[in-house]
Every structure is written in C-alpha cells, then in structure tokens.
C-alpha cells in the first residue's frame, strides 16, 4: 500500500492532529464570544474597530492554519492501513460532525464579514447560542474517536 510508508509516524501524525484540533477548536469557542462583545459595540466605534482587528487575526492566522492542519493530519491517519474500521457507526457519526465544523467554521467566517462590513444582521442572543455548537460537536467527535460506542 502506498500509505504504509506513513505507518511508523502514527503516533506523531496523531499528536499533531490533536495539537492542531485544540487550537482550531480553541478559536472557534472564542470567535462567537468575540461576536458575542462586539454586538455591544456600536458600530464604527474605535471598539468596534478593535473587534474587528481581533477577529480578523483570530481567523487569519489561528482558526484557519489549524483547522487546515486538523484536516491534513487526520487525513493521514485515515490514511492507515487499518486504523478506522469503516463498517463501524462511529466513523461516519464522526465524519459527519466534522462535515458540520467545517460549517460553522464557514457560517463564523461569514458572520465576520459581516460584522467588518459593519453588516451584522444577528443578535448578542444568537452569538450566545452559536457558541455552543463547536462545544457539542466536539463532544461528539471525541467520544466517537475514543469510545467508538458503536
């Protein structure tokens, strides 16, 4: 198999993969939160511009590399010969929640737009509520990867 060169890395691409997932999961817990403070500012405030600075870096230069790298590296490690059992029911609960990361990422990239644009048609209420979705997706992804409940 051409991925069995990969084999002996296991361990380090799965280090990776997890270093990467934290980060990426650590921005998008705060990018809501940060859309959450900024609907208290008014637009056009030199606060407002603050918030929008901090997003965009948030985004740029954190949320984006690793989700890049999580996908890179868990990519790899599907990769392995006999590393997930694709008759299992976690694999495509998991594949699918990773699907649905993948669009809230996009849906919070959009939002930021918006918020740059000083465009933001969502409440501090919504951004609330929003901030939860990253939290209950990763609980799902991990058990699914750990537990394998089925």
């Known amino acids: 198999m051409m991925f069995a060169v990969i084999v002996p890395y296991y361990l380090w691409l799965k280090a990776f993969h997890i270093i990467a997932m934290i980060a990426w999961m650590a921005g998008q817990f705060y990018l809501p939160r940060l859309f959450v403070y900024h609907c208290q500012a008014k637009v056009g405030s030199e606060e407002s511009e603050r918030f929008k600075t901090m997003e965009h870096k948030l985004q740029r230069v954190i949320i984006n590399p690793a ?19 694709f008759h299992s029911i976690w694999w495509p609960v998991k594949f699918i929640s990773v699907l649905l990361l993948l669009g809230f990422h996009g849906a919070c990239s959009r939002w930021r737009k918006q918020f740059f644009k000083d465009q933001n048609k969502h409440s501090e209420k919504f951004y609330r509520y929003m901030n939860e979705i990253p939290t209950i997706l990763m609980i799902i992804i991990v058990i699914m990867v750990v537990v394998k409940p089925f």
């Open 67 to 85: 989700m890049i790298f999580t996908l890179l590296f868990g990519i790899l490690l599907v990769c392995i010969p006999g590393i997930v059992d």
